[in-house]
């Protein structure tokens, strides 16, 4: 079964402008988790989707945004960049089903912005 | 407001030796943990979970502990081997379906041969 699959891979973008990336999900997983990484903040929570509905979101700005698709593909956008999104990028899927499951990620998308 | 957290920034252990990491949290909410095995330039990669209605999971040379009381949990792992070298984290999910999993800061583990 594959598994998560982010692309691109790595990015390099210039302040001002828009980026989206992409996130399959492993066949079967409905919910789709995105995650930003930096050495200074962690791992923080973006947002969630399941069945092409935000059902969770983080404390980041508007300028964020995401959505996801019948096959339950899943793109995130960030407008304005600025230099500070610099970060690694990771989605995660996740099977619904009774009791608690883990979530899988990808291999992330490394933006940089100059 | 840190609801895991990871006091220990850095571990070294040798090889051959236990590693022990240790996660705290402060949210009683939370009722199911995870860990986390992360290499430079990639995502996280799920090692073991435990639920609270237990206090030990075991899967081969990493074992979980959960002690609710002391809102504390650690990873146990023997022996290490140098491909243990990582970052570790230790995440909970907000019950009742919340999908957002709250990430501790991360433990750096080198095995040394």
């Known amino acids: 079964k594959a598994g998560v699959t982010q692309t691109p891979r790595y990015l390099i973008k210039t302040r001002g402008q828009q980026v989206t990336l992409s996130c399959s999900p492993i066949s079967g997983h409905r919910s789709v988790s995105w995650y930003q990484q930096t050495p200074g903040q962690g791992l923080q929570f973006l947002f969630e989707y399941f069945s092409e509905t935000q059902r969770n979101k983080g404390n980041f700005p508007g300028r964020f945004s995401g959505r996801q698709f019948s096959n339950s593909r899943s793109e995130m956008n960030v407008s304005t960049l600025e230099l500070g999104d610099s970060a690694l990028y990771l989605c995660?899927?996740?099977?619904?089903?009774?009791?608690?499951?883990?979530?899988?990620f990808g291999q992330g998308t490394r933006l940089t912005v100059v | 407001d840190q609801q895991v957290k990871q006091n220990s920034p850095s571990l070294s252990v040798q090889e051959g030796r236990i590693s022990i990491l240790n996660c705290d949290y402060t949210?009683?909410?939370?009722?199911?943990f995870l860990w986390y095995k992360k290499y430079p330039a990639e995502g996280p990669t799920f090692l073991i979970s435990i639920s609270s209605i237990k206090d030990k999971n075991e899967d081969g040379r990493f074992t979980v502990f959960l002690n609710k009381s002391a809102k504390h949990l650690s990873l146990h792992i023997v022996p290490s081997q140098p491909g243990d070298s990582a970052v570790y984290f230790c995440?909970?999910?907000?019950?009742?379906?919340?999908?957002?999993?709250?990430f501790g800061t991360g433990t750096r583990l080198t095995i040394i041969p």
């Open positions: 995440a909970a999910p907000l019950p009742f379906g919340n999908e957002k999993l709250t």
């Open positions: 995660a899927s996740r099977s619904i089903g009774f009791g608690n499951t883990e979530a899988f």
């Open positions: 949210n009683s909410m939370f009722d199911y």
